[in-house]
T-cell receptor, first 112, second 111 residues
Framework: QQKVQQSPESLIVPEGAMTSLNCTFS??????FAWYRQHSGKAPKALMSIFSNGEKEEGRFTIHLNKASLHFSLHIRDSQPSDSALYLCAVSPDSGYNKLTFGKGTVLLVSP | ETAVFQTPNYHVTQVGNEVSFNCKQTLGHDTMYWYKQDSKKLLKIMFSYNNKQLIVNETVPRRFSPQSSDKAHLNLRIKSVEPEDSAVYLC??????????FGPGTRLTVL
């Protein structure tokens, strides 16, 4: 069964800093890798996703995937207080209907 | 902007009671899901339906049963709730195998 682990559990960074969040997974046949963000009391919302090795950048956010290392990450450039939230990584298996497995999350606090 | 609707927002009940939660999506998606998010924020899938057919049924107690009348609606019934059922129940939908859109959740408290 897929195991997804995130680190760190929580993180405090000053406004303007670079934030890096990590996610490891156990199933090397996994196909879809995503980051979701959940503000307190709100619904989780998809932030970014990637399918193949490499990097993808969207605005201040970059996702990086290394399938051989069973690892992907999210980097937030110029972190803002509004980025403070719970960040959940999610991994989907190789085939069949969607069955996302989520990590336990990283709580990010960006201090003004 | 909300396209996945859940009712009620909150529900407080006593051990042994039956509860039902409703979910509706207006995105035209074919697949809907129920997740449980516990007090430590861990999100675990419970059920998944595709076009009214059950396709994923994780190991959940038998007192939990999903109900789908059409592809836009997926309800969740819990017979005889127990204290460990206290959690936020999140409904989601997706068009394909990947990105899922979540509702705001129903917070259940079992006394």
């Amino acid at each position: 069964q897929q195991k997804v682990q995130q680190s760190p559990e929580s993180l405090i960074v000053p406004e303007g800093a670079m934030t890096s969040l990590n996610c490891t997974f156990s199933d090397s046949a996994s196909q879809y890798f995503a980051w979701y963000r959940q503000h307190s009391g709100k619904a989780p919302k998809a932030l970014m996703s990637i399918f193949s090795n490499g990097e993808k950048e969207e605005g201040r956010f970059t996702i990086h995937l290394n399938k051989a290392s069973l690892h992907f990450s999210l980097h937030i450039r110029d972190s803002q207080p509004s980025d403070s939230a719970l960040y959940l990584c999610a991994v989907s298996p190789d085939s069949g209907y969607n069955k996302l497995t989520f990590g336990k999350g990283t709580v990010l606090l960006v201090s003004p | 902007e909300t396209a996945v609707f859940q009712t009620p927002n909150y529900h407080v009940t006593q051990v042994g009671n039956e509860v039902s939660f409703n979910c509706k999506q207006t995105l035209g998606h074919d697949t809907m899901y129920w997740y449980k998010q516990d007090s430590k924020k861990l999100l675990k899938i419970m059920f998944s339906y595709n076009n009214k057919q059950l396709i994923v049924n994780e190991t959940v107690p038998r007192r939990f049963s999903p109900q789908s009348s059409d592809k836009a609606h997926l309800n969740l019934r819990i017979k005889s709730v127990e204290p460990e059922d206290s959690a936020v129940y999140l409904c989601a939908s997706s068009r394909d195998k990947y990105e899922q859109y979540f509702g705001p959740g129903t917070r259940l408290t079992v006394l």
